[in-house]
């Protein structure tokens, strides 16, 4: 079955400094799509990032990086330069095999940046 | 990236009540999500909806309390119908967007919170 998980129920980090939010999952599909989102306490869920599994680089888009190590099965958000507006939810989730929308979702990390 | 918008975006609702929330995209998708998020957790998929057929339910939600219409294809609604406190609960649509060069891109829609009460 296939499985998501992130062991960070919380993380501060100092406003412009760098940050890792952990993702590992699980599958035995071999084409699958891992996703990143931002959850405000407004409630949406923002895309930010996706990698697909035979993807040879590593996602990026703007100050965020996806760590993809495929061996290991993990898919670590990282954010670059942090900004108070980062503070949010932040969920992995992932796309199996012919799946095209269903998602499962980890239970996500609460990020606080510290000014 | 895709333009979806969803009404209302926060109720509170009397128990035994019904309610329809509405998703309208921006063009055209051959199929919408509908996922609910309660209070605390992560999300969790209600079911898929096909323009032209009867949406298709995930374990644990069925068309009695849920029912979907998908009448074209930038447009769905989702019924809760005689709701309790425990449907209390975030309730979002998606849809899965082509976006070059990522491939097909899952977008949601900005939520609508249900408070039950």
């Known amino acids: 079955a296939q499985k998501i998980t992130q062991t960070q129920p919380g993380m501060f980090v100092q406003e412009k400094e760098a940050v890792t939010l952990d993702c590992t999952y699980d599958?035995?599909?071999?084409?699958?799509?891992l996703f990143w989102y931002k959850q405000p306490s407004s409630g949406e869920m923002i895309f930010l990032i996706y990698?697909?599994?035979?993807?040879?680089q590593n996602a990026t888009e703007g100050r965020y990086s996806l760590n993809f190590q495929k061996a290991r099965k993990s898919a670590n958000l990282v954010i670059s330069a942090s900004q108070l507006g980062d503070s949010a939810m932040y969920f992995c989730?992932?796309?199996?095999?012919?799946?095209?929308?269903?998602?499962?979702f980890g239970k996500g990390t609460k990020l606080s940046v510290k000014p | 990236s895709a333009v979806i918008s969803q009404k209302p975006s926060r109720d509170i609702c009397q128990r035994g009540t019904s309610l329809t929330i509405q998703c309208q995209v921006d063009s055209q998708v051959t199929m919408m999500f509908w996922y609910r998020q309660q209070p605390g957790q992560s999300l969790t998929l209600i079911a898929t909806?096909?323009?032209?057929?009867?949406?298709?339910?995930e374990s644990g939600f069925v068309i009695d309390k849920f029912p979907i219409s998908r009448p074209n294809l930038t447009f769905s609604t989702l019924t809760v119908s005689n709701m309790s406190p425990e449907d209390s609960s975030i309730y979002l649509c998606?849809?899965?967007?082509?976006?070059?060069?990522?491939?097909?891109?899952?977008?949601f829609g900005e939520g609508s919170w249900l408070t039950v009460v």
């Open positions: 998606s849809v899965v967007r082509l976006s070059p060069p990522r491939g097909n891109t899952i977008y």
């Open positions: 990698q697909g599994s035979y993807d040879e």
């Open positions: 599958t035995s599909d071999q084409s699958y799509g």
């Open positions: 909806a096909n323009q032209g057929s009867e949406a298709t339910y």
């Open positions: 989730a992932m796309r199996w095999g012919g799946s095209q929308g269903n998602l499962i």
